[in-house]
């Protein structure tokens, strides 16, 4: 038997699987053409070529959930690492093919039976797994008495790899890196860059150099995290790639745990800034280096182009914009979600254009769903199938 992993990588920036398209109900624009007449609301991303703008589409309070990730997250960590195992390698450089075959039988595994049964059953055979950039494909194979055989069989279950020469791989730091591959994939850890954009600011330069954030700002992020001191952060906790020994990428930081996952931000005007180089590489360092990105606006600020900040990580920005007066005593937002192409659509549905949230504890959790399934679904964009193999 054969099967492949939900998590199959989509080349094609309109290619979803059925089960998005069922599940999610996103209105996208890619360009201010497509924005709906009916649509009155200013949008605080501009609409361009290579990126999908969510309009929103939920006149009722959105389902919040964060979305499960693959059903095979450590699969290679779980069943191959302390298992007698042989990885090859085939395809050439824009396709590169790895396969991991066990070379013991493993009694361990379960086949589950027909959908809503309830039932499995157990299975002895040899676990197989086979990354292409497009798919993880997840096979069980039946037993065989020599590793050709075990080849055979398994290019009978995948035809694609009939033509390849696949050659083994003897190297022993070889199955670290694929576990490190897939702990790459496969987070309980996230890490997220925040920009502070002030009225007027609209390019890479400005809103890196900004030495300071307004109050509102840090009213936003005290909402959505705890600061925190790096010197002596314990080894316990996520760093998120910030030193915590010596001050080199600042001495504070926000942190935050949400349903059991560790969140560090990459916050810009707390990461080091230089008086001599415009383009502030130490913050673009880390903040060009993550998926997904906040963008904080001041009121009155200028429509977001998503081209603004040059990074080829960056995939998904969601914009913050406070309104200039508060509602009920409360500070208010407006808020927009902008994605590369390539990334699955995913929950939750943004409510309708000009929503306005509250600050608090439930725009607080609609956010960090939102920006933790962003990531989530960026692992299906094609950058992102080229590094994972």
């Not at 600061?227 to 316990?236: F, M, T, Y």
């Not at 989530?376 to 080229?386: D, E, I, L, N, T």
């Amino acid at each position: 038997m054969t099967y492949t992993s939900q998590m199959a990588r989509s080349t094609e920036p309109n290619e979803y699987p059925d089960i998005q398209k069922a599940r999610f109900h996103h209105n996208y624009v890619e360009s201010e053409d497509d924005v709906p007449q009916e649509i009155r609301a200013p949008l605080l991303i501009q609409p361009m070529s290579g990126y999908r703008v969510e309009l929103g589409g939920s006149p009722t309070t959105p389902e919040m959930y964060l979305e499960e990730q693959d059903v095979y997250a450590y699969h290679y960590h779980n069943n191959f690492t302390n298992h007698p195992h042989i990885n090859f390698i085939g395809g050439d450089k824009e396709n590169p093919i790895i396969v991991s075959i066990q070379t013991a039988p493993d009694s361990t595994i379960e086949v589950k039976g027909s959908r809503g049964s309830g039932s499995s059953k157990a299975l002895m055979g040899y676990r197989v797994i086979v990354r292409t950039k497009k798919a993880d494909h997840h096979s069980i194979l039946p037993l065989e008495k020599s590793r050709t055989a075990l080849l055979q069989s398994l290019k009978i279950h995948l035809p694609f790899l009939q033509t390849e020469n696949l050659k083994q791989i003897s190297n022993s730091v070889f199955p670290n890196d694929l576990a490190y591959l897939e702990r790459r994939m496969y987070l309980g850890k996230h890490k997220f860059g925040v920009v502070y954009c002030r009225a007027g600011q609209t390019t890479e330069e400005e809103m890196f150099s900004n030495e300071n954030g307004s109050e509102l700002f840090y009213n936003f992020m005290d909402m959505m995290g705890d600061r925190i001191q790096l010197r002596g952060w314990p080894d316990s906790k996520y760093s998120g790639g910030l030193d915590t020994k010596n001050d080199s990428t600042g001495k504070e930081s926000y942190y935050t745990e949400y349903e059991g996952l560790s969140i560090m931000y990459h916050v810009s005007t707390l990461l080091p800034l230089s008086k001599s180089n415009s383009q502030q590489v130490e913050r673009k360092r880390h903040i060009g280096n993550d998926v997904c990105c906040i963008i904080f606006q001041d009121p009155q600020c200028t429509p977001f182009r998503p081209d603004t900040i040059a990074s080829k990580f960056n995939h998904v920005y969601i914009v913050v914009q406070v309104l200039p007066e508060r509602r009920n005593g409360k500070i208010c937002y407006q808020m927009a979600v902008v994605s590369k192409q390539g990334v699955w659509p995913h929950s939750p549905v943004l409510p309708e254009q000009g929503t306005i949230f509250e600050h608090g504890p439930q725009f607080r959790d609609f956010l960090l769903t939102k920006i933790i399934n962003s990531e989530r679904a960026a692992s299906h964009a094609p950058a992102f199938c080229v590094t994972r193999t």
